[in-house]
């Protein structure tokens, strides 16, 4: 019953709701075109945003950037989310993107919800152990206000100029703090962001708390593999890097187990008309917890924890003393890895 109710709630309301997707799409898309933006940064902003609004996780720098960043559309914003938490609220029924699933449950329709959990998590564990906090593609990201602001850290955000540009004004027109964090512009592609981060305060051989979300997939298989090797480089034991991936088998459109993501090919054609192209699967032909440990490999990290999403199985995190010689399920990966020893 609460379904129908929803269902006959959101159809009522569907022209409010398909316009507000139309113009949020099309503004967004033509605004970071023209500004070179990134518009993909906008959904884990978005997904961010509906659980603040939700009061499920409060973030109140991110509710100030849905209202001053140029490549949203506030009202467009309310057009396309109020419709549903009217109905939501009415009926008692919440779909896949407004949810927290459980654990191995995951769709795309929710996954950002369940990695924007799980970094927090990450982040909130080893703050009182770390010195450092680096943000790596920070994109929109506000966790740095939301957890970290006012604590004895050094803080840092690496992101592309165009895009800290961006941001450091829309926080400033919302009367966000910012000056206890040092931005710094660099393309990972093109740019050596180690020696960036260096001139820009950041000091080699303390403990520091990596976050990389949301970034591999768009660097080369060599750029990632080259970062990590040098953020292990330049930080002590003790200190942790989360990030997340996605499996080949996931880009290509395939799954191991018989469920296929046909419209994954597709999705790539227009991250690539867009500009902002998938370069990066991890292979996970011998197991997802195999490939990750190889990634790291090159590194001084060593895998601490992994969480599958869409496993299909009541758990998600995969024991680091399992084994397998099959092909990894899930269609996103969620690592949190330390380097371990003795401190001196």
């Known amino acids: 019953m609460r379904l129908f109710t929803f269902l006959v709630l959101e159809s009522l309301l569907s022209p409010v709701t398909l316009t507000g997707c139309f113009v949020w799409l099309l503004w967004g898309t033509a605004v970071s075109q023209q500004q070179s933006l990134s518009f993909t940064a906008l959904s884990p902003l978005f997904c961010r945003w509906l659980l603040h609004l939700q009061g499920m996780r409060p973030d109140p720098a991110a509710d100030s950037l849905m209202k001053t ?3 949203l559309n506030p009202a467009a914003n309310w057009a396309v989310v109020w419709p549903t938490l009217w109905a939501m609220n009415i009926s008692g029924y919440t779909p896949n993107l407004f949810n927290l699933p459980r654990a191995g449950k995951e769709n795309l329709g ?13 982040l909130t564990q080893y703050i009182e152990t770390v010195e450092q906090v680096v943000v790596l593609g920070a994109g929109f990201d506000t966790r740095l206000l939301k957890f970290c602001y006012g604590k004895k850290l050094s803080l840092f955000e690496v992101d592309r100029p165009e895009m800290q540009r961006v941001k450091q004004q829309a926080l400033k027109e919302s009367g966000q703090p910012t000056d206890g964090i040092h931005f710094v512009p660099v393309n990972f592609n093109e740019e050596n962001w180690i020696e960036r981060l260096k001139a820009a305060g950041f000091l080699p051989g303390k403990k520091t708390f990596f976050l990389w979300e949301g970034v591999t997939y768009y660097l080369t298989e060599a750029i ?48 690539d008309w867009i500009g902002e192209p998938f370069r990066f699967g991890v292979d996970t032909q011998t197991g997802n917890r195999e490939a990750i440990a190889q990634l790291l490999s090159h590194s001084a990290f060593q895998l601490r924890e992994l969480q599958m999403m869409g496993t299909g199985k009541p758990s998600s995190i995969e024991p680091l003393s399992r084994s397998s010689s099959r092909q990894g399920s899930g269609f996103c990966g969620l690592v949190i890895a330390e380097i371990m020893g003795t401190e001196t």
């Open 69 to 71: 960043l140029p490549s």
């Open 110 to 122: 929710n996954m950002i919800n369940t990695r924007t959990l799980f970094f927090d998590r990450a």
């Open 224 to 271: 990632v593999v080259e970062s990590l090797r040098a953020m292990g480089e330049v930080c002590s034991v003790g200190s942790e890097i989360a990030f997340d991936f996605f499996p080949q088998h996931f880009l290509k459109g395939q799954a191991p187990e018989g469920q296929a993501f046909w419209w994954m090919p597709l999705a790539t054609n227009v991250l």
